[in-house]
């Protein structure tokens, strides 16, 4: 004859994982349980749905448009880059002071004949430049944020007309295209 044994360990229930979200209240019942004393629905808090698929990494971390509102007045300012840019491309200056300012476009053709126009002037090759001057400019706007100027500049006995297109970018004006005679 054998002797029964008891045990003391009871049987297990085996549950499922949960789900990597809680489960969804139904909108019908949460509202109705948990509105206030006026009758308005309580804050119910999800995960946000933002879907970034179709989104590039330059269209969210990229250059921004800015409205004119938000941007200084481009006569006063294309008047000044205008001189520096002239300054940069005669040897004067270095091409690093307009690069916050311009696109990589315009910023190559202006250090280019910058570089061209210094190693002239170390050669002996041409006079010492002058200092550019501006003397007129007129500004057109022909869309929100975008400013297109027309520019008379002065070095010395020779007169120059350039033209440049702005537009306004993370808060500040920036020459997007640029065309001297």
Same mark, same amino acid.
């Given at each position: 004859?054998?002797?029964? =044994?008891? !045990?003391? +360990? *009871?049987?297990?229930?085996v549950?499922?994982?949960?789900?990597?979200?809680?489960?969804?209240?139904?909108? #019908?019942?949460? +509202?109705?349980r !948990?509105?206030?004393?006026?009758?308005?629905?309580?804050?119910v808090?999800?995960a946000?749905?933002?879907?970034?698929?179709?989104a590039?990494?330059?269209?969210?971390?990229?250059?921004?448009?800015?409205?004119?509102?938000?941007?200084? @007045?481009? #006569?006063?300012?294309?008047?000044q &880059?205008?001189?520096?840019? =002239?300054?940069?491309? !005669?040897? %004067?200056?270095?091409a690093?002071?307009?690069?916050?300012?311009?696109?990589?476009?315009?910023y190559? $053709?202006i250090?280019?004949?910058?570089?061209?126009?210094?190693? *002239?002037?170390?050669?002996?090759?041409? /006079?010492?430049a002058?200092?550019?001057?501006? &003397?007129?400019?007129?500004?057109?706007?022909? /869309?929100?944020g975008?400013?297109?100027?027309?520019? $008379? $500049?002065?070095?010395?006995?020779r007169?120059? /007309?350039? /033209?440049?297109? %702005?537009?306004?970018?993370d #808060? *500040?004006w920036?020459? @997007?295209? +640029?065309? &001297?005679?």
């Amino acid at each position: 004859m054998s002797p029964t =044994v008891t !045990s003391h +360990l *009871r049987s297990v229930n085996v549950i499922p994982a949960p789900g990597p979200r809680p489960p969804a209240i139904p909108l #019908g019942e949460a +509202l109705r349980r !948990s509105a206030d004393h006026v009758g308005h629905p309580a804050y119910v808090q999800d995960a946000l749905a933002v879907d970034l698929a179709h989104a590039s990494d330059e269209q969210l971390f990229g250059p921004q448009r800015t409205a004119r509102a938000d941007l200084p @007045e481009p #006569g006063q300012w294309v008047t000044q &880059i205008a001189q520096a840019i =002239v300054e940069v491309m !005669s040897g %004067l200056r270095p091409a690093a002071q307009v690069v916050r300012w311009t696109t990589p476009q315009v910023y190559a $053709v202006i250090a280019r004949r910058g570089a061209l126009a210094a190693r *002239r002037r170390a050669s002996g090759t041409r /006079a010492t430049a002058q200092r550019a001057r501006v &003397i007129s400019v007129r500004v057109c706007e022909p /869309a929100d944020g975008v400013a297109e100027c027309a520019v $008379v $500049v002065s070095e010395g006995v020779r007169v120059r /007309a350039m /033209a440049a297109r %702005l537009a306004g970018q993370d #808060g *500040r004006w920036r020459v @997007e295209a +640029l065309q &001297i005679g």
